[in-house]
């Protein structure tokens, strides 16, 4: 699977984005998807995760409420609704194929997108 990412850019605090992440190559819709970010000088942390199905997800508790998970298996993209942007959300965003059921880690993720810069400014 080829994954991309894109949507990212400068943002001011309390604004809103929209990632995209479109998938190539294997059947999109047999995954479950995930987008992780990894700040500077920071470990890649989960942000959201959503069923192949689009039925189940499932989001760290820093964006709870604030960002919604969806997917398209039509048009093989999912997407990352970011509301409510903090300084605090500034990241590298990566989108990634699930390998292991309802993981939350990078290890539990097998094909990775290039990632797109989301900088939040206060």
């Known amino acids: 699977v080829q994954l991309q990412a894109s949507g990212g850019g400068l943002v001011q605090a309390g604004g809103s984005l929209r990632l995209s992440c479109a998938a190539s190559?294997?059947?999109?819709?047999?995954?479950?998807m995930g987008w992780f970010r990894q700040a500077p000088g920071k470990e890649r942390e989960f942000v959201a995760r959503?069923?192949?199905?689009?039925?189940?997800?499932t989001y760290a508790d820093s964006v709870e409420g604030r960002f919604t998970i969806s997917r398209d298996n039509a048009k093989n993209t999912v997407y990352l609704q970011m509301n409510s942007l903090k300084p605090e959300d500034t990241a590298v965003y990566y989108c990634?194929?699930?390998?292991?059921?309802?993981?939350?880690?990078?290890?539990?993720?097998?094909?990775w997108g290039q990632g797109t810069l989301v900088t939040v400014s206060s």
């Open positions: 990634a194929t699930s390998a292991v059921v309802g993981s939350r880690t990078p290890s539990g993720y097998n094909y």
């Open positions: 190559g294997r059947t999109f819709s047999n995954y479950a």
């Open positions: 959503i069923s192949w199905s689009g039925k189940t997800t």
